[in-house]
Nanobody
């Protein structure tokens, strides 16, 4: 796999979690990386992205609680999620666009429940 996510799990409401995305060396470091999530029964949505220079963008719905970062050299890419709530439950995917093709990881499951 070109990108591999990890770090998901079961978390209580109000808790925090940091997801990691490790990119293959085949993916250039000078490339933007993104995190998407797909809640049960809903479409996949973009939640955060980061450029090679470290500039971040967030969906309005998460910008106060999510923080995306990346290690020097480009990988891993992290997604820190704070103050988790049940609406954050879903599968989180790391993704990038390379040579005109959207690359996806297998996803990591985040479940928020008391």
């Amino acid at each position: 796999a070109l990108v591999v996510e990890s770090g998901g799990g079961l978390v209580q409401p109000g808790g925090s979690l940091t997801l990691s995305c490790t990119a293959s060396r085949r993916i250039p470091s000078a490339i933007s990386m993104s995190w998407y999530r797909q809640a049960p029964g809903k479409e996949r949505e973009l939640v955060a992205s980061i450029t090679s220079g470290g500039s971040a963008n967030y969906a309005d719905s998460v910008k106060d609680r999510f923080h995306i970062s990346r290690a020097k050299g480009g990988s891993p890419v992290y997604l820190q999620i704070n103050d988790l709530n049940v609406e954050d439950t879903g599968t989180y995917y790391c993704s990038t666009l390379m040579a005109g093709r959207r690359i996806w990881g297998q996803g990591t499951q985040v479940t928020v429940s008391s």
